[in-house]
């Protein structure tokens, strides 16, 4: 059998007791629907009604698509999906009964109770339909991980180029602030991103946004953006973070997204190694965690590893200070933030398994609102071969930057 999402997709769900899944697409809002059935090479999807993918446990997918856009699936029977094409409502009805008769577990982009948003992507309605043929509706959520986002070969080996890429470009940042401190010039936050930005284009990365660089302050605020119409200037004495992510060109490989932090003189203050100790300490366990369960062959899911460093900070006195979770899903797509498992007991409850194949940041962070803040963020794959590998920079001690 050949390596396609779509065959992964059944074998889980053979291995899961799930008859079939509906994939259930309008106006390209379900990134699953995209992975499963990309548009053919160098075409670019732009659906303007309902489309269905339906894959069984066994047997052959079928693709249910309006007459308006049916030209943009003519590969599909290259994909081994059967094309079918309605034009009325009723038509589209009558398909889809046909289709869900015989299948009593279906999955679909749903998430109870609106657990996990980045899953609940079908509108109640569709899935009232599809209860209402008799099928019991189950949520996606690891049909997703294990055929969406987990990474290809490909994607480990240029994430891994990008990861080394990125790091320098971190490394030549903070050079900047130390090169201009040294001079006696003045130099801004913003001026910072654009050497980012110059680095990021003359290594060939490709970035959607971004870079944060926020001194003392501002980096007490997770998504703080620097402006040229409101410059701050990075002085001896402040502290500085850095978020930056970029990765090789093409939605089919995977962001490299780290943050480290420094100082901007020769000795930190007592506080600021305290929290720096507390993150760090706290981004360790969730690794330690991961490690330790996939050691003895044990499920963990996002939402535990999540509590097992928020425990670090919250034992260190800090838990007030925490304005996030401890990590988001690295997939293929378009966004920075994948579809996977995120590392989540705050934001949402996130049940969903660290399986094999998928990735993922952790990047705990401690905030003091008004005086400086604390993120240290990494990225793991989970080899399915090794568990739980780190495959970007890791910051061990605070940047020194002068």
Request: one cysteine or more; aromatic letters at 8%; glycine letters at 8%.
């Amino acid at each position: 059998m050949q390596d396609t999402p779509i065959a992964r997709a059944q074998a889980f769900m053979r291995d899961n007791a799930v008859d079939a899944w509906l994939v259930h697409d309008f106006r390209v809002n379900n990134h699953a629907f995209s992975t499963l059935v990309p548009p053919a090479p160098g075409a670019k999807r732009w659906t303007t009604r309902r489309c269905d993918l339906f894959i069984p446990a066994r047997g052959r997918p079928t693709l249910l698509v309006h007459a308006i856009d049916a030209g943009q699936f003519e590969h599909a029977a290259g994909l081994g999906v059967e094309r079918k094409v309605f034009l009325t409502w009723r038509q589209w009805q009558g398909e889809l009964r046909g289709l869900l008769q015989g299948h009593a577990k279906v999955a679909m982009e749903y998430s109870a109770n609106n657990e996990l948003p980045v899953v609940g992507v079908v509108d109640a309605g569709t899935v009232e339909f599809v209860r209402g043929v008799g099928a019991e509706v189950v949520s996606s959520a690891d049909l997703i991980q294990a055929c969406v986002a987990a990474w290809s070969r490909q994607a480990v080996e240029l994430h891994a180029q990008a990861s080394a890429q990125v790091a320098l470009i971190k490394d030549h940042a903070f050079d900047v602030i130390r090169k201009a401190h040294a001079a006696g010039r003045v130099i801004h936050e913003h001026e910072v991103v654009e050497a980012i930005h110059g680095g990021f284009r003359d290594a060939g990365l490709e970035w959607p946004d971004g870079p944060i660089v926020a001194v003392n302050a501002h980096a007490a605020d997770p998504h703080y953006e620097p402006s040229p119409d409101h410059p701050t200037p990075i002085k001896p004495g402040d502290w500085v973070l850095l978020d930056l992510w970029a990765r090789r060109p093409g939605e089919s490989n995977i962001f490299s997204d780290i943050t480290w932090v420094a100082f901007a003189g020769r000795e930190p203050t007592p506080e600021h190694r305290k929290v720096f100790e507390t993150v760090k300490a706290a981004r360790d366990a969730a690794v330690a965690a991961a490690r330790a369960a996939w050691s003895r062959e044990e499920p963990i899911r996002g939402y535990q590893l999540d509590d097992t460093a928020r425990h670090v900070i919250a034992e260190a006195g800090f838990e007030k200070a925490v304005k996030h979770r401890t990590g988001h899903s690295l997939s293929p797509g378009q966004f920075v933030h994948g579809v996977g498992m995120n590392l989540d007991n705050l934001e949402t409850h996130d049940t969903r398994l660290m399986l094999p194949g998928i990735g993922f940041t952790v990047e705990p962070g401690v905030y003091l609102d008004g005086r400086f803040g604390v993120r240290l963020e990494i990225n793991l794959h989970v080899d399915p071969a090794r568990g739980p590998v780190v495959t970007s920079c890791v910051q061990d001690d605070i940047v020194l930057l002068a």
